[in-house]
């Protein structure tokens, strides 16, 4: 194990079977907004939502993820403070399905593209949960933000393939194509492989940004360089870690640090809450509820919403300009880590 250090940045064959949306594990149901009282991820790499120039929106909140982004140093205020809603942005959600009724994305979700045309429309609660990171209505950081449907996972074994990627790509670009009143994002919150790259990831990630879409991609859940994640290693992806806060028994304080299991090194580009997160969820039966979350699957949609608000305070920039103004808003130092 290395020595502690402070991260230097703030702020988961064509016919290859994916692990898609891995590792995310839920936590205690609830059966509506309350606060929780385990503790909430904190991240030392703040989405810092306020820090553009714009009207600052202000509410209360019970989300220590939300409450986390908004400012700089702890302690929390149980308050949320962001320039922008998301409005006229679209996020495109590849994932297993996501609900259309849940009560933080109801009215917003539209379906889009399945790659399992037979297959049942939600396979579990994840996608929801990452949709409600990056749009819910109080749980997440664009709450006026558009939500397309973008399945890409078999339901019967919780996988999907690379060519399923790969065509659920060239529907976004055509769909896109077809609003061009919207600016948009895509939301990768899934592993393909731990030991290389995809070039067919590679290659769909860079027809995305050339298109104007940024893509935001998970770390992964694996304690290991995320340069050996496909597709946190393909060029032109925003990668996101996940955060968590800890007590400091020395310094008698409670800290930011990298969430236990989440990928590091230098192909990560930024932090985001992704420890015990208040976000939507679902029943068995489909009934809408809220959850708590873990993983980079989390802090992957989070970041999702902070650069739909980017892109509607400047609706005029590309991908690449979307992720140096991720990472300069970024609170540098802030996050403790043991690699």
């Not at 936590?27 to 509506?32: F, R, V």
């Not at 849940?102 to 609660?125: M, S």
């Not at 919150?189 to 940024?214: M, N, Q, Y």
Request: proline letters at 5%.
């Amino acid at each position: 194990m290395r020595p502690q250090a402070r991260f230097t940045t703030r702020f988961a064959a064509i016919t290859t079977v994916i692990a898609a949306s891995l590792g995310c594990a839920q936590g205690t149901t609830q059966s509506g907004t309350h606060a929780a009282t385990s503790a909430f991820s904190t991240t030392g790499a703040h989405v810092w939502p306020a820090a553009s120039a714009g009207a600052v929106v202000e509410s209360r909140t019970v989300s220590f993820a939300l409450d986390r982004i908004d400012q700089r140093d702890l302690p929390l205020d149980n308050t949320f403070r962001r320039s922008g809603t998301g409005k006229d942005v679209t996020i495109y959600v590849f994932d297993g399905g996501l609900s259309t009724d849940h009560p933080e994305l109801a009215g917003r979700v539209r379906r889009g593209f399945n790659a399992f045309p037979g297959d049942q429309p939600i396979c579990n609660a994840h996608g929801t949960a990452v949709a409600g990171a990056a749009a819910g209505k109080t749980l997440g950081v664009a709450p006026d933000a558009e939500v397309v449907d973008v399945k890409m996972v078999e339901c019967s074994r919780l996988r999907g393939t690379i060519d399923g990627i790969v065509r659920a790509t060239a529907w976004v670009l055509d769909d896109a194509r077809a609003h061009p009143e919207r600016r948009a994002v895509a939301n990768w919150s899934f592993i393909a492989d731990t030991s290389a790259a995809i070039p067919a990831l590679d290659a769909a990630v860079k027809a995305l940004t050339e298109a104007g879409i940024p893509v935001l991609v998970s770390a992964g859940n694996f304690d290991m360089d995320a340069c050996k994640v496909s597709p946190a290693n393909s060029p032109g992806a925003i990668v996101v870690g996940a955060s968590a806060v800890y007590y400091d028994q020395v310094l008698g304080r409670t800290l930011d640090r990298r969430a236990m299991g989440t990928a590091w090194g230098k192909c990560v580009d930024l932090y985001a809450p992704g420890d015990s997160v208040l976000l939507p969820s679902l029943k068995d039966d489909g009934t809408p509820i809220t959850q708590l979350w873990n993983g980079t699957s989390m802090s992957t949609g989070y970041a999702s919403g902070a650069a739909a608000l980017i892109l509607e305070r400047e609706p005029w920039i590309d991908p690449d300009q979307v992720h140096e103004i991720l990472k300069g808003n970024a609170t540098k130092n802030a996050l403790l880590a043991t690699r």
